[in-house]
């Protein structure tokens, strides 16, 4: 009922920065809680930022302060401003959403997934 379209990735050097959107579309009223998701190479997906409709936002710790989840409810958009990126921060980001609000549905209860947008960290 809601489709998640990721866009943004690319390569960036150790350092650099970069912009994550998601476009959603279809039922937006189920995405009370939105949030990344990413799969390093050899590791499962891990939740990284949730942000919920009202704005509270939490960053998993290997992100926080660098990191940045924020969401344009008017234009059913989610983004992720990703700075000092670090090698380890390669990966598929997924874009997510919950019908519940992120107490409830976040890390373990998103309902809805994009395919992912790819982000390369290397020198």
């Known amino acids: 009922q809601v489709q998640l379209v990721e866009s943004g990735g690319g390569s960036v050097p150790p350092g650099g920065s970069l912009r994550l959107s998601c476009a959603a579309s279809g039922d937006t009223d189920s995405t009370e809680c939105m949030a990344w998701f990413r799969q390093i190479p050899g590791k499962n997906r891990t939740p990284v930022a949730a942000?919920?409709?009202?704005?509270?936002?939490r960053h998993a710790d290997s992100v926080k302060d660098r990191f940045n989840i924020s969401r344009d409810n008017a234009m059913n958009t989610l983004y992720l401003e990703m700075n000092s990126l670090k090698p380890e921060d390669t990966g598929m980001y997924y874009c997510?959403?919950?019908?519940?609000?992120?107490?409830?549905?976040?890390?373990?209860?998103?309902?809805?997934w994009g395919k992912g947008t790819q982000v390369t960290i290397s020198s």
């Open positions: 997510t959403a919950a019908r519940v609000d992120c107490t409830m549905g976040y890390p373990y209860g998103m309902d809805f």
């Open positions: 942000i919920d409709i009202d704005g509270r936002t």
